[in-house]
């Protein structure tokens, strides 16, 4: 195993917990902090990526340019990047991103659509960015046909490609097996983006570092979608005792969790029945708040709403499925209640 690269996310998909609403100031200390801490990369957008504030992924406090913009002027030594969902981001905002100070964007597709990365990547390349590429929901496809689609976001222009466990629904042998066929299909640098469903994001993350990750992310105090991601400080304290540390300041990161990020939390992300379900049932984990809120609505149980959408294998993008899974559950609720009562 040899030292990883950590990009910290907490101002990316720590924006989803926080419903989007960091604030300049909780930008400039969080960055002030990592930059200090020696983290070499910090991502900061809206949750859903560039352009991703609308009514349908939520609306941000404050505009992720000006953000990006705080992130810059507040690092020293770290490279500012940028998440970017093509169908989501344009070209507009990728200019305006660099404009602002990003140098790393993250193209995020579906791990079976990276074809829809081709010109994002072009123009990546083009304004002089640092790309990786993101192949969201990796639990879903086995490990070569992931490798075929990394192998396209290559031939585009990635840097690095990584294996997202968007649901947290890997064991470390699936996390292994995944990285494994990236680095051997791949001449670029492959990571591993791990969310903590089923409480294995450090463990799924040392065993992509073992199968030969180059970059792996974290969030302080697993500030991330649904159960959360693999935290930074605790990134930062095992690597180092496993003899891997990059340069990081473990107690640095450990202040910044407990005293910077803890504080404005809404939550501790946290396996939690519901989130459990998530990687159990192996979908998105942004569906959680909306499957509460729509069981919530219409009277069924989050975890009903959440293994369906598994079975019917639903990705990012379909939220308005969540709807449609919650009212045809309650019918079927409703229609059973109502045959019972009959007998
Ligand atoms: C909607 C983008 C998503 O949050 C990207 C990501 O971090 C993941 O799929 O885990
Ligand atoms: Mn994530």
Redesign the pocket.
């Known amino acids: 195993m040899k030292a990883p690269r950590l990009t910290d996310?907490t101002l990316?998909?720590g924006s989803?917990p926080m419903r989007h609403q960091f604030t300049r100031e909780q930008v400039a200390s969080i960055v002030q902090a990592l930059d200090r801490a020696g983290v070499p990369v910090i991502e900061v957008s809206h949750?859903?990526?560039l352009a991703?504030s609308s009514l349908q992924?939520g609306f941000s406090h404050t505009s992720e340019f000006d953000l990006i913009e705080t992130a810059r002027s507040h690092a020293e030594r770290a490279k500012i990047a940028a998440?970017m969902?093509p169908g989501?981001g344009t070209r507009q905002e990728l200019k305006e991103a660099v404009a602002r100070g990003i140098q790393v964007v993250r193209i995020?597709t579906q791990c079976t659509e990276a074809d829809v990365s081709e010109q994002h990547f072009g123009l990546a390349k083009e304004l002089g960015l640092e790309t990786v590429g993101?192949l969201?929901?990796a639990h879903m496809r086995p490990p070569e046909a992931l490798a075929e689609q990394a192998k396209l976001m290559e031939s585009y222009g990635a840097d690095c490609v990584y294996i997202?466990?968007?649901?947290g629904a890997m064991l470390p042998s699936d996390a292994a097996a995944r990285v494994r066929a990236l680095k051997e299909a791949l001449s670029v640098q492959v990571g591993f983006?791990a969310?903590n469903n089923l409480g294995l994001g450090i463990g799924n993350t040392l065993a992509a570092l073992e199968a030969g990750a180059d970059q792996i992310?974290g969030c302080l105090r697993g500030l991330?979608?649904g159960a959360g991601?693999a935290a930074t400080e605790l990134l930062a304290a095992v690597l180092d005792r496993l003899g891997l540390n990059p340069g990081l300041d473990v107690f640095g990161l450990m202040d910044a969790a407990e005293y910077i990020v803890a504080p404005i939390m809404p939550f501790q992300p946290f396996p939690d029945r519901d989130a459990i379900t998530i990687g159990y049932a192996g979908v998105?984990?942004?569906f959680l708040l909306h499957a509460k809120r729509a069981g919530a609505q219409y009277g069924v149980d989050p975890r009903e709403i959440l293994v369906e959408l598994g079975r019917r294998q639903a990705v990012?993008g379909q939220e308005d499925w969540i709807i449609d899974v919650a009212l045809d559950l309650s019918r079927r609720h409703t229609a059973g209640t109502r045959k019972e009562s009959r007998l």
Not at 164 to 167: G, P
């Open positions: 996310t990316r998909d989803h949750g859903d990526g991703g992924y998440l969902l989501i995020a993101f969201m929901m997202v466990d968007s649901a983006h969310h992310d991330g979608a991601n998105y984990s942004t990012a």
